[in-house]
């Protein structure tokens, strides 16, 4: 028998078991769980990424309610206990001192003073850079749990750089289980980017990758150890609300 019309037997035989056998409902309903899933996965709480030289960017999905990841992530005093990327990160005043701020809690206007380990390699010699950059918070969304600061330490013509961060939530419309998504980019551009592109890309793209990972870690312990967790989606953010990104499939 021709390849093509064992193919095309094969093609009506698949047909004939979704039609007549027993189970034929319980597949429909798995193959469309399964779609709704993929696009939940592939929905991004993001904004469309702006144009620039170069990109850092991490995924990772969070068995812990959207608010104590909120609250984690929002909580730049405890960094340095999980975060081996940003270890310390504060909010300062607009002047050359830098002096700490009284609310260490993100604010859109208020400038951030951030320390990060950025892992390179010289010569082919593991080495760790630490980097002290200057940033202007300048978008701050406790209802849709999206944050974002830009670089200001440099003229915006020479080097340019807008960090986003976002949560949501997605549910697995065949177990029910539900997890928080957290997503992260930040987006370079100007002359200056091309440094990092040659220099240090790599090691920040392996930054983010930590520290999505550390963040998950964190908020799963601190999810695990807190009584008030069992009926997430009913607790409300720091501003009144969180983003709830759930699928759910037809009955037939």
Known sequence: MPARVRA???????????LYHPLQQSLRVCCRSTLVLRLEMAFSALPPAEKGVCQAECTVFIDAPIEKVWQVLTDFPSYSKWNTFVF??????????????????PTEGKHLLMACHIPLKLFGIPITITSKPYELVNHVDDTNCLLAWKYVAMPQWFNRAQRWQALSVVEDPVTGTISTKYETREVCGGPGAYLIKWFILE?????????GQNLKDAC???SNSDDDSAEPQTVSSAAGGVRRRVSQTESD
């Open 88 to 105: 310390s990160q504060v909010m300062v005043d607009a002047t050359s001192d830098r002096v700490p701020l009284e609310s260490q809690y």
């Open 203 to 211: 090691g920040l793209k392996k930054s983010f990758q930590n520290m």
């Open 8 to 18: 095309f037997s094969l093609v009506q035989d698949l047909k004939l078991l979704l």
């Open 220 to 222: 799963e312990k601190a």
